[in-house]
Nanobody, 122 residues
């Protein structure tokens, strides 16, 4: 079975940066569309970005492009989310998820990691 594991979360000051990683021990992530999502306290889980299988086309929610960057490292079998200029309202649990193709919609993704906590605070 596909088991996605997120890492890289933690506490960061406003304006700071974090790099999150999504990995799987047994399956090649190159064959899947991988999305990153954020669930803030008391809010619905929302898409940030997605990267397509094989071609590595990238898609971003409006406002995320340029400040957040999604990428693959197939040698490490990981998909990363580089986050710059973080804001307090972007505190939440960050998840990666797998699907056959990219949609910026959580309902299109059937396999999810457990999430990693990101806290943006002074």
């Amino acid at each position: 079975q596909l088991h996605l594991v997120e890492s890289g979360g933690g506490l960061v000051q406003p304006g700071g940066s974090l790099r999150l990683s999504c990995a799987d021990a047994g399956f090649s992530l190159e064959t899947y569309a991988i999305g990153w999502f954020r669930q803030a306290p008391g809010q619905e889980r929302k898409a940030i970005a997605c990267i397509s299988p094989y071609t590595d086309n990238t898609f971003y929610t409006e406002g995320m492009r340029g400040r957040f960057t999604i990428s693959r490292d197939n040698a490490k079998n990981t998909v990363s989310l580089q986050m710059n200029g973080l804001k307090p309202e972007e505190t939440g649990i960050y998840y990666c998820a797998a699907a056959g193709g990219c949609r910026l919609d959580r309902t299109a993704f059937g396999t999810w990691g457990q999430g990693t906590q990101v806290t943006v605070s002074s």
